[in-house]
């Protein structure tokens, strides 16, 4: 069932991409790159501890295809400035429509609204979205392993480069990381939830993190709910979070975060 679920979000986006090329070519989206933009330091914000001994991306997510609607009325620009007064080191925002429920404009809003680099979280299976991503203004974004072959990887990762941005390459498994590393990627997203199965165990974050190389740096994601869930996983030498689901489930997102640093 859950394979069935990835395997329709990624047709999904192919044809997504093809319906954009048709209103939008690649070429004149390629134009648009070309325009000056200030990008704000992702990969930067990350590769050190931050004040409280750890770095959070908080992230922007209304819902998910495993738990439904997680918040009806999120507000991304509400969300956004809590985030920001909450210590976040970075924003996460989902930009896929069907399964999510994001889109640009959520993008757009929550960068509008702060100062904290924000990151593109989808399901990017073309260059034709890296464009995108460089034209909305994402500060960096992400690339799962799983979902892309050894030279598209290498080659996003190049384009990420070319169109400075930071990318944020999603692991799972010592196969992924095996990929990951041929490709170059120095930014790891540990994810703790089996893209397959969609279950959860955050000591796989702890055990990934030993066969890391000591120019990577770590991003657990995906199952953090607790202040012990981060004591367990900062144990292992990781210092970055992704956070979504329960901070958009909290009462209060900003007092909710500063717990969680501590």
């Known amino acids: 069932m859950a394979e069935d679920i990835l395997n329709k979000i990624v047709e999904n986006k192919r044809r997504e991409i093809a319906l954009a090329k048709r209103n939008l070519p690649e070429r004149a989206l390629r134009e648009k790159c070309s325009k000056p933009r200030r ?5 930067k914000n990350l590769e050190k501890p931050g004040p409280s001994g750890i770095n959070i991306i908080a992230e922007i997510k209304r819902a998910s295809p495993s738990k439904g609607v997680i918040c009806a009325n999120l507000d991304p620009a509400a969300l ?7 210590g976040a080191a970075a924003l996460s925002v989902l930009t896929d429509q069907p399964h999510f429920k994001g889109s640009f404009e959520d993008l757009k809003i929550a960068r509008e609204t702060t100062t904290l680099p924000v990151l ?22 992400l690339l799962i392993v799983r979902i892309l072959e050894q030279e598209q990887l290498k080659d996003y990762l190049s384009l ?4 400075q941005m930071d990318a944020l390459v999603e692991i799972h498994s010592e196969y992924d990381l095996e990929k990951a590393t041929r490709a170059g ?22 055990r990934m993190k030993s066969l890391l190389g000591p120019d990577q740096v770590a991003v657990a994601a995906s199952g953090i709910q607790t202040r012990e869930d981060i004591e367990k996983i900062k144990g292992s ?7 979504g689901e329960s901070l958009v489930k909290s009462q ?11």
Do not use: H
């Open 160 to 163: 990420c480069d070319e169109l």
């Open 237 to 243: 030498g990781i210092w970055n979070f992704l956070i």
């Open 185 to 206: 990627a120095r930014l790891i997203g540990i994810n703790n939830r089996n893209l397959r199965s969609f279950e959860t165990d955050i000591d796989i974050a702890v």
């Open 252 to 262: 209060n997102p900003k007092d909710f975060l500063k717990f969680l640093q501590g």
């Open 39 to 43: 990008k704000r330091p992702f990969l």
């Open 120 to 141: 593109r979280k989808d399901f990017l299976i073309s260059a034709y979205q890296i464009f995108e991503s460089a034209v909305m203004q994402a500060d960096a974004l």
């Open 80 to 86: 956004a400035k809590d985030y920001e007064l909450g």
